[in-house]
T-cell receptor, first 116, second 113 residues
Framework: KQEVTQIPAALSVPEGENLVLNCSFTDSAIYNLQWFRQDPGKGLTSLLLIQSSQREQTSGRLNASLDKSSGRSTLYIAASQPGDSATYLCAVEGPPGGTSYGKLTFGQGTILTVHP | DAGVTQSPTHLIKTRGQQVTLRCSPKSGHDTVSWYQQALGQGPQFIFQ???????QRGNFPDRFSGHQFPNYSSELNVNALLLGDSALYLCASSLEGGGEKLFFGSGTQLSVL
């Protein structure tokens, strides 16, 4: 059974800092990994999707890396801003033909606070 | 272009009652998935619908059932509500199959008293 863990559970940083969020998964047979952002009481917004054949994806100040063999991904946020404050979740999808294809297994999230 | 819409946004029920939640997928999407998110936890997969059929199901009891209509919209039904069913219920849409970005609605906050 796939399990996803995110460290740290919470992070508070001053504005302008670069930071790294970590995600690990127990079964390396994944199809892709996604990073999401969730504001309090709201739905999820997809930030980056990394296919299993890729090593990283970038969007603006965000960079996500994937090391499938070791079951790890990191989300790097450059020059953090107060507007980045939210919960960040990672999720993995299993390969086609498997029981986890088409459904995401999520970590518990990292609550990020960026203070001015 | 409307994104994923869910209704209602908030709902209060008592134990033993039944509830129906609704979801309209993003324009052009034909697959709808439902997730349950308890406070402080990551979302958990309930089931996925494609071509009006339940294609995948997570580890949820039969009290949780769903439906997809020809226009791809979907309903989630929960019978015999328990206190532990209190959660944010999220609907996500995508194109057929996996490997695609999911687009989530804002969710329905269900409180069971």
């Amino acid at each position: 059974k796939q399990e996803v863990t995110q460290i740290p559970a919470a992070l508070s940083v001053p504005e302008g800092e670069n930071l790294v969020l970590n995600c690990s998964f127990t079964d390396s047979a994944i199809y892709n990994l996604q990073w999401f952002r969730q504001d309090p009481g709201k739905g999820l917004t997809s930030l980056l999707l990394i296919q299993s054949s890729q090593r990283e994806q970038t969007s603006g100040r965000l960079n996500a890396s994937l090391d499938k063999s070791s079951g790890r991904s990191t989300l790097y946020i450059a020059a953090s801003q107060p507007g980045d404050s939210a919960t960040y979740l990672c999720a993995v999808e299993g390969p086609p033909g498997g029981t986890s294809y088409g459904k995401l297994t999520f970590g518990q999230g990292t609550i990020l606070t960026v203070h001015p | 272009d409307a994104g994923v819409t869910q209704s209602p946004t908030h709902l209060i029920k008592t134990r033993g009652q039944q509830v129906t939640l609704r979801c309209s997928p993003k324009s052009g999407h034909d697959t709808v998935s439902w997730y349950q998110q308890a406070l402080g936890q990551g979302p958990q997969f309930i089931f996925q619908y494609y071509e009006e059929e339940e294609r995948q199901r997570g580890n949820f009891p039969d009290r949780f059932s769903g439906h997809q209509f020809p226009n791809y919209s979907s309903e989630l039904n929960v019978n015999a509500l328990l206190l532990g069913d209190s959660a944010l219920y999220l609907c996500a849409s995508s194109l057929e199959g996996g490997g695609e970005k999911l687009f989530f609605g804002s969710g329905t906050q269900l409180s069971v008293l």
